[in-house]
Each structure stands twice: as C-alpha cells, then as structure tokens.
C-alpha cells in the first residue's frame, strides 16, 4: 500500500512538473505591486504616453481624497517601485480622469469628471515644460463651464468628432437630468467658456464610451454601456459622417446590442470566436460576463451569451480580454465590487474547447485582499513577456496596483 501511494505520489509531482508554468501557478494568488496608495478611492486607471517615451502611464482619480495624480512609467526594471507621481489637481467626487493634449501645445493635459455635489467637468493644463510634468504647482485647473451642474458627470472620451479645432469630448454621466453627448471644441481650446454641449440621448448611469468603428464605415461610432433605466443595456451610437449635423441628436441613430434589462457595467471589444468579426464582452450584474457576438459586418445583428462567474468572487465590475495562459486561446480577466473577504476581486477565467461555452474554469488573481475594484487593464508591466493586470483599489485603499502575471 506505501508504495502504491509513493508511486502516486510521484507521478502527481511529474504531471505537475509537466504542466506549462503558468498552469501549475494558476490557483495561487498573484503577486501584488503598489503604483500608489498615497490617497483614498482609487477610481480608474487610465492610460496615455504623457511624456512621449513611448511607455504608457496612468491616469487616476481619487474619489475620497479629492485628487487626481499621473504616474510617469519607470520602465519594465523599476515598474515593481513607486512610480514618479504628480497631483495634477484637486477633484472633489472625481469619478473618471483621462489623457489629452487638449490645447495642441504638445503637453498632454488631464481631463476629469466629477459627480456627487461637484457635478463638473474640469481640464487640467499641464506646462509646456517637459522637466515641470511632476511639479503640482505648475498645473492649473479650470471647470468646463458647459458642464457644470448639468449631471453627475462619469466618463469621457477625447474624440475628434466634427473635424475642426482638434479634439472634442465625448461625455455621460448619471441620475438625473443625465446624458450621453459631446463637448464641441471652439477655435481656441483654451477658451473653456466657449465650448458648447451638445446631447444626443439620455442615459441612467452610463459605464463605458468607446470609439469603434461598428458598421465598418470608416467614421468612429460611439459604443457605450448603461447600467440604469429604461433602456439600459449595451447599445452604439451611428456617427453619421462629416456632412451630417452633429449637433443635431437625431443625426445619431441608437443600435442595441445585448443586456437589455441588465445592470451592465464596463465592457470591451475583442474577437474570441476569431471569426473577423469584433464582438463586446460586458461585465454584468450580479456575475455574469455577457459575451456579445457580432453576426452581422454592420453591427445590427448579435447573439447573447452568457459566461458564468463564480460564487467565490465579488459582483462583476470590469472585463478584460488576452491570453494569460500563454496557450494561445483568449482568457477573460474580471474585477469586483462586493468582494468582501473571503470573496476573490480579481480572478481570471480560461475556456476548454469554445468561447461560447457558459461554464469557464476559474482561476485567482487578488486573493481575498481588495473590496472595490475598477477599470482592468492587462499589459506586460515587468517586461517578462506575459500579460500582468493593472486595476485600482477603492475601498480597502490598496490603491493603484498591478498584478504579476506567473505564467512565465
């Protein structure tokens, strides 16, 4: 009998050490490293080449402190440390923080949205001098005045939408009075007051704005998540063309997509079913990945299917897509809210024969360490050649964070 079970024993350990590396790590959870926890709320991480390195850095809110920071990337050697940080602002209930070079001086600018009682859009000017990028005193903060009150603003996307005067804002926000809409810009950026708001549809709680092109056209569409409402669900605006009114709401045609009735929340695009065909997957209340598969080349067909997250996790706040594996099928790497211990927030999920399939295998990220995560944002931060997991951390102050993906 002690041989049989030596014997066992022994071939368990060659199965194990057969496995690919990243397999045998999979159930553990990954290492964490700390970008930030210098504030409270870490809402979002944003990317967007700051310092024209070539190497993206980060962009955060923090909704409980009040601020927002840019963090310099370090490079792949000193990505494990703290990274070069400045407060570009303070933002009282920020929500959402993004990259642009709104004023075309050749210094990427911050924009922020803000809800709560704040209920403004604010630009953050950033100095024309390279080497005062990280010096707090030399930015200067402004409010959109085109945006204030209207709505607890929640997203936006610096777009070029009507072809003049550089990039405009695409923007939506929540509760009442909210919208989806754009911000024309005028001949001079720098003149905030002279830029315009322009709705095209309301919305409950607007979760994701993303810029594709879903009839295939060649025009950028706006393809956005609604969490709240009457018609909530994941559906995309037709940008109907430079000849068109822009100005006019009615010149945006509404497609649905999927999650009708559904609580859904941030989304991406990707192409699991490798048919050519760019399909949405949609994190979805309570826990369920919703994997939109596109039918049709102009975007106005599409299937629903449903890919199952665990009990063992928090409820569904963000998807990402790539292969973690490195088997070379695509993974779906998902972030929580809810997570309470001894709930996971971060965990990854492998299919085993089809992307289709409702039931995929569930492997651990965060652990039980984190309760409100955000935005997910796979990239290889250590240089290794395999995909890591950025995200933040609001409620437990873990902050900025990223995950070291095992796999090599």
């Known amino acids: 009998m002690a041989r049989r079970i030596v014997a066992a024993g022994v071939l368990g350990f060659a199965i194990f050490l057969a496995l690919p590396p990243g397999a045998r790590a999979a159930e553990r959870p ?72 709104l004023d075309h001086d050749g210094a990427t600018d911050v924009v922020t949205c803000c809800e709560g009682g704040t209920r403004t859009v604010f630009v953050h000017w950033a100095p024309k001098e390279p ?38 804002l695409i923007a939506a926000g929540k509760g009442e009075g909210a919208a989806i809409g754009w911000f024309k810009a005028p001949a001079n950026p720098r003149d905030l007051a002279a830029w315009t708001w322009h709705p095209i549809q309301k919305v409950g709680w607007a979760m994701s704005i993303r810029l594709e092109s879903m009839d295939t056209d060649g ?16 559906f995309w605006l037709r940008n109907p063309g430079p000849d068109a009114d822009l100005t006019r709401a009615e010149a945006w045609k509404r497609h649905d997509i999927g999650g009708a009735g559904r609580e859904v929340m941030f989304l991406t695009t990707d192409d699991p079913d490798r048919d050519r065909r ?18 049709s080349r102009d975007g106005t067909r599409w299937e629903e299917h449903t890919v199952r997250m665990p009990d063992t996790a928090g409820t569904a706040k963000a998807v990402a897509s790539g292969d973690i594996d490195l088997d070379g099928k695509m993974d779906l790497v998902f972030s929580c809210e809810q997570a309470k211990r001894p709930l ?65």
């Not at 962009?59 to 963090?71: D, K, L, P, S």
């Not at 025009?219 to 994941?234: A, E, N």
């Open 30 to 101: 990954w290492t964490r490293h700390t970008i930030d926890d210098s504030s409270r709320g870490a809402d979002g991480t944003r990317l967007g080449n700051a310092n024209a390195d070539g190497l993206p850095d980060i962009v955060t809110g923090w909704e409980q402190g009040g601020i927002t920071r840019v963090y310099l990337n370090p490079g792949p050697e000193k990505a494990k440390e703290k990274w070069p940080a400045v407060t570009v602002g303070k933002t009282p209930n920020v929500e959402d923080a993004v990259f642009v070079d």
């Open 219 to 234: 025009h950028l569409d706006i393809l956005v998540s609604d969490r709240k409402g009457p018609t909530r669900g994941v």
């Open 131 to 168: 080497a005062r990028y990280l010096d707090p005193k030399a930015w200067t903060t402004e409010p959109l005045p085109a945006s204030a009150g209207r709505m607890m603003w929640m997203f936006c996307v610096p777009a070029q939408v009507d072809g003049q005067h550089g990039e405009d």
């Open 278 to 295: 760019e399909d949405v997957l949609v994190a979805t209340k309570p826990r369920d990945i919703l994997f939109l598969r596109r039918l």
């Open 344 to 408: 996971s927030g971060v965990m990854w999920l492998s299919y085993r024969d089809s992307p289709m399939e409702s039931e995929w295998q569930a492997h651990d990220i965060s652990g039980p360490e984190g309760v409100k995560f955000d935005l997910v944002v796979l990239w290889d931060l250590d240089g290794d050649g395999d995909l890591d997991v950025l995200t933040s951390e609001e409620t437990d102050n873990l902050g900025v964070i990223w995950y070291e993906n095992p796999a090599r």
